[in-house]
């Protein structure tokens, strides 16, 4: 790598390019603390290994999920960092029941939802795993947090991201002109610019979806699947790829096209992923980057959650492959 132009993510957040960016600053000061706990737990993964860290805490979250050491880490590490920026009103947690307030004194604007880690069932095997966070801008008045400023639509963020850690650790972030895509460079310790204006194919050539759950799936989305694994008319079958770590998914179909699918079924009727902490904000990226999100009929960034750990079905990727299967939806629900 050329080291003459390295543009590290704090000089990217104060350039010129954001010097129309409302709550330039605040916006700024949110992200170092988000990229410090993102490099906490990026160290905490890559030492897991010698550190005893992999294997189960011995406790359960909210969803009766078993939850791991590395959990523990991550969410601290995004608590602490996020409450030191002082620009946070509030967070949501995946791993915490209700909203997490912050210290008096060390209020700000923003309202922060997040998943510290986010497929840590894969960790053991050594899978790529990641962190997901949204960010709105708070609505109460007072010092005094309520329902109404974590309860949001999603098309109110004012920014998303992941980070990715797997062979390279990567932060990707939109602050609503477009994502970009940050390389973790261990030996400075500075997340690099190496992905800008990224933007996902107009129509992929691969499916995401977990098939195990296939016995499950209502009509349409059993529709959809078998049209795009069929040769019918001379056409190319989908490829299939599933990780089992959103962030993983979503990363590839965002570089590769494609479609990922977590459907709603007669075993998950609300579908699995969480809107506020993973859906939402992996909307945002996708719909920055030209792509399409959506339940099967509606945006997802046009939802608004009734609580904070409600799940939502969710079809992401190329817009092609998405209005395909809206399509499929329509269709099957015209039947029905
Ligand atoms: P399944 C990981 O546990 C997770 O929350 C997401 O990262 C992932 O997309 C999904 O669950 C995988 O769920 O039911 O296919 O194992």
């Known amino acids: 790598m050329s080291h003459t132009n390295l543009i590290t993510l704090n000089r990217w957040l104060l350039s010129e390019t954001h010097k129309d960016l409302a709550h330039r600053l605040e916006m700024a000061n949110l992200m170092q603390g988000i990229q410090l706990a993102c490099k906490i737990t990026n160290n905490a993964i890559k030492r897991a290994g010698f550190e005893q860290l992999f294997g189960l805490a011995g406790i359960t979250n909210v969803h009766s999920e078993d939850v791991k050491k590395l959990d523990i880490i991550a969410n ?66 007072d010092k005094n947090f ?45 997340f690099i610019l190496t992905h800008s204006h990224m933007t996902i194919k107009h129509k992929g050539q691969i499916y995401s979806i977990n098939e195990g759950n296939s016995v499950y799936w209502d009509k349409s989305t059993q529709n959809y699947v078998n049209h795009i694994k069929s040769n019918e008319g001379g ?55 030209g792509g399409k999100s959506s339940d099967g009929k509606t945006a997802c960034l046009d939802l608004v959650p009734k609580n904070i750990h409600q799940r939502n079905p969710v079809f992401m990727g190329s817009s092609h492959d998405v209005s395909l299967l809206e399509k499929f939806h329509a269709e099957h629900t015209n039947e029905s």
């Open 146 to 190: 309520s329902e109404k400023d974590v309860l949001r639509k999603g098309r109110d963020m004012i920014a998303s991201g992941y980070a990715l850690y797997g062979s390279a650790t990567m932060l990707v972030l939109t602050l609503g002109n477009g994502v970009f895509g940050f390389t973790l460079d261990n030996t400075v310790g500075e």
């Open 76 to 141: 601290d590490a995004f608590k602490m960092a996020l409450k030191s920026t002082r620009e946070v009103f509030c967070m949501v947690s995946e791993e915490e029941d209700s909203i997490i307030p912050v210290p008096e004194g060390q209020s700000g604007n923003f309202v922060i939802t997040f998943d510290p880690l986010d497929g840590s069932s894969n960790l053991d095997c050594n899978v790529s795993v990641g962190s997901i966070f949204g960010v709105w801008p708070k609505i109460s008045s």
């Open 235 to 289: 056409k190319t079958p989908y490829s299939s790829r599933y990780i089992g770590s959103m962030v993983s998914d979503v990363h590839r179909t965002l570089l590769y096209g494609g479609i990922f699918m977590y459907p709603a079924d007669s075993k998950s009727p609300q579908g699995k992923l969480r809107f506020l902490y993973e859906v939402a904000p992996l909307s945002f990226i996708v719909e920055q980057a």
